[in-house]
């Protein structure tokens, strides 16, 4: 067995004719280019026990050699995936179930009856690879990549295979996002949080692809730098496999949630006061700030504009035909891992950092609770859109991590504020000023919110 750690990069047919003469590609390639035609054939049983099991049994020949592979799912987040693997070497181009034994068989397929495994999909490209030094300081980085362009083939349905995938050879894992953000800064490369095996899948079910990542376990003791690491692989992975889904399939829901998972990240940023200093986050705000900014009025329109969303897959595809959004999540997956919010903090943000989530947050919507002034907009409720981002920093914690707080009816408190945020963006008349004073009254009058008052 083995362990893979790889990230797989979208990217389009011009992408890839330019990464193969990227200059920092050329520059540090040590093997030169090699070019190999894989044929690849995936197993399942009829009722797909192995997607269920998360693990994908492969049949590949490159050239002359078969090779037999059984990967583990792992863990995958914002397009950087680590997987147990196993290879057999055969010398036919049939499946030895013999080989899958308990040292890498998953036991819930413990009965499994091996002989029900039949051919499911196939994904056959053209892979272009070189090996690729990439030091860090004094230690030792190598990453092979790979330019793959084929089809995934389930039946008759057929989706292109079109990526870049970097995979760790020695070194740290890290290297993988900073040689992908450096290639991602010249070229629109799409971190991809699904495998080809999931590709063939989504094949035979278009809704099999899981959108929503596990939430997080958070618990009132966690360190409030850990809740950010968290919560941020949560967001940024979400919103990687709901950009991914849309543009498979353009479906107009998707679209908006996708948006959501970026506020929640933007407010999420904004929220952690000397915990995370402005400067530390910066250029991820700014690249937020732009994507909202575009696409917000967008998703705002197309709930009454059936025009705008019909548009709204081209104007997708061109996004991602630029460089802003696969920059984005590779510079905030950089940050997540490299905890860059922790460096060059003061003391104060030492110990806020360290603090534990549940005193740290309850202290956190008490003062944007206080500054919220609800009485005021009930009294001026036109004005009442210039607090969206203060109501934004509230929703995302208590969307996210309620669970840790000790207030009274606190799930109410988050659908009935989550109102009035959206009362307070909807354009101005008669009747949704008398509804922005009911909603902002509710709130007020809430227990949870006395409380926080307090």
Known sequence: MQKETEIKLRASRETLLALREHPLLKKRNKSGWSRHELFNQYYDTADRALAQARVALRLRRDGEQFIQTLK???????????????????????????????????????????????????????????????GRGNAKVVIEAALDLGKVKAGKQSEEICELELELRQGDPQALLELAAELAADLPLMPCDISKAERGYRLHDADGYSLQLPPPELDATTPLDDAVVALGWQLLGNSQRLAEQYRFNGRWKLLGEWLHQLIELRALLGSLGQAAPRASSRELRELLDALIHDWRPRVDAGQDDEGVRKAAPAQFAEELGQTRWGLLSLKASLWLLQRSWTEGRNARGDRQGAAELGKWLVHLLAEEAKALQLPRYQQQPEDLAEQ???????????????????????????????????????????????????QAHLVWTLKAWKQLEK
């Open 388 to 438: 969206s981002p203060r109501m934004e920093r509230l929703l995302v914690w208590l969307h996210l991590a309620r669970s840790v707080l000790e207030l009274p009816e606190v799930d109410r408190l988050y659908g009935e504020l989550a109102k009035l945020h959206e009362l307070a963006r909807q354009p101005i008349d008669e009747q949704a000023l008398e509804l922005r004073v009911e």
């Open 72 to 134: 583990s799912r792992g863990q995958s987040v914002a397009g950087l995936s680590e997987r147990n693997e196993w290879d057999w070497y055969l010398d036919k181009a049939k499946l030895d179930t013999k080989k899958l034994g308990d040292d890498c068989w998953p036991a819930s397929l413990a009965d499994l009856d091996k002989k029900t495994l039949k051919p499911i999909f196939t994904t056959d490209f053209v892979r272009e690879k070189a090996e690729i030094a990439w």
